[in-house]
């Protein structure tokens, strides 16, 4: 593609965001409709968000997803947001007009749209989720306006009985008191990124008919453990994928097939299979 005047820019915001696997499904997502638009990564540091969050919208940057430590802030800093950003309490889309920034919420539809592939009805569902930090609200957004059963768990209980309050659910004092009767279990902390993390409880409990999801997509010691006692695996890399593609609808208007924006991580996707 020739880069040239009439060139759109599209980006993700994070810190640390060179690991990130959006400028590599993205860019085949604009080559796909052959749109004249590059999607590069931000890595902007904590004390200059609020600068570059301006600076993209007087340079004509056209919409840029956020990631951590940023969903908050952009959301607050935006001039217009939509009623599941508003409702989760984060932005991950940011579409940048003349007449403002306005701010979306994704995470929830992607991550529902992964689980749906293995769970296509969660009312009643009985599905555990652990941890109460940012991506935890998006999931358990979603699982209530689904209707399933939400026990939560946190390593800091006190992060859970908050989160309780404003996404109804019932808080566990360890994973061990409700595994056995849950379907689902969801780990959206960030235990397991690395090897010598602690398992987040007696992995020996899993069973076949649980459906497990980290939204880590390496193979964290959850996945293996889980893959070892034969449950059904949810792809942690589908919620990046699905939200993505949801992003990239709403700044384009395209929808993209899932198979180009899958077959460009496809090296990475085989490790949360
Ligand atoms: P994110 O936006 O990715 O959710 P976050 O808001 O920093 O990131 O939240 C991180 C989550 O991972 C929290 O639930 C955190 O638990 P605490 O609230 O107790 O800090 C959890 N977490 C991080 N490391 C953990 C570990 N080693 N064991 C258990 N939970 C951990």
């Known amino acids: 593609m020739i880069l040239d005047g009439y060139t759109e820019v599209y980006g993700v915001v994070g810190y640390p965001i060179k690991h990130s696997l959006s400028p590599l499904f993205q860019n085949k997502a604009f080559e796909h409709f052959s749109l004249k638009a590059v999607y590069v990564p931000f890595e902007v540091k ?26 908050e802030k952009a959301l607050e800093l935006s001039h217009f947001a939509d009623p599941h950003a508003k409702a989760i309490g984060s932005a991950n889309t940011l579409k940048f007009t003349p007449e403002g920034v306005y ?71 360890a994973p061990e008191e409700i595994i056995k009767d849950v379907e689902l279990i969801v780990n959206t902390t960030s235990s397991g990124l690395k ?32 893959k070892e006692k034969g449950c059904i695996l949810i792809s942690g890399l589908d919620m990046l994928l699905y939200q993505g593609m949801e992003s990239f609808k709403i700044w384009t208007g395209f929808e ?18």
């Open 256 to 273: 993209v097939p899932y198979d180009v924006v899958k077959d460009a991580v496809a090296g990475y996707y085989n490790l949360s299979e």
């Open 103 to 173: 701010a979306y919420n994704t995470d929830w539809i992607g991550f529902l749209k992964a689980i749906k592939k293995v769970l296509p009805h969660l009312r009643e569902v009985k599905a555990l989720v652990l941890g109460a930090g940012g991506s935890s609200r998006a999931i358990l957004y979603a699982l209530r306006r689904e209707g399933a059963k939400i026990y939560l768990w946190n390593r800091t209980i006190e992060k859970a009985y908050k989160l309780c309050e404003i996404f109804p659910c019932k808080v566990v004092k």
């Open 46 to 71: 904590p004390e200059n968000f609020e600068k570059a969050f301006y600076g993209l919208w007087a340079l004509g940057v056209k919409g840029v997803n956020i990631t951590l430590p940023y969903k």
């Open 195 to 226: 090897e010598e993390d602690s398992p987040l409880f007696d992995y020996g409990l899993l069973e076949a008919k649980h459906k497990v999801m980290d939204i880590i997509y390496k193979e964290t010691p959850l996945v293996r453990a889980s």
